[in-house]
């Protein structure tokens, strides 16, 4: 692979669709893994600051993930 993509475009939409990569998926699992780490501290007394914990996680990996997907984020209609 040349181009160095971890994830594929998306066919509708906007974003990223799966991972071609091994780092994408090792990417996925790192997205995962967090909130469920963050779960047991977290969610018992705290449920509203494991919603803001898991919702800043994942926003942090979201410009990796945009700058690792084949031809960038953009809106796609599925006539490309």
């Known amino acids: 692979m040349t ?3 971890w ?3 998306k ?3 906007y974003g990223a669709g799966l991972p ?3 780092q994408g998926w090792a990417v996925m699992a790192a997205m995962i893994a967090g ?3 963050l779960a047991p501290v977290f969610m018992p007394e705290h449920p509203g600051f494991f919603a803001l914990g898991a919702i800043v996680y994942t926003t942090v990996w979201l410009p990796l993930i945009a ?3 084949r031809g ?3 809106w796609r209609n599925g006539r490309e």
């Open 11 to 13: 066919t509708l939409g």
């Open 3 to 5: 181009d160095h993509a």
């Open 35 to 37: 909130p469920i780490a």
């Open 20 to 22: 071609i990569a091994w």
């Open 67 to 69: 700058r690792k997907t």
């Open 72 to 74: 960038g984020w953009k």
């Open 7 to 9: 994830f594929a475009p």
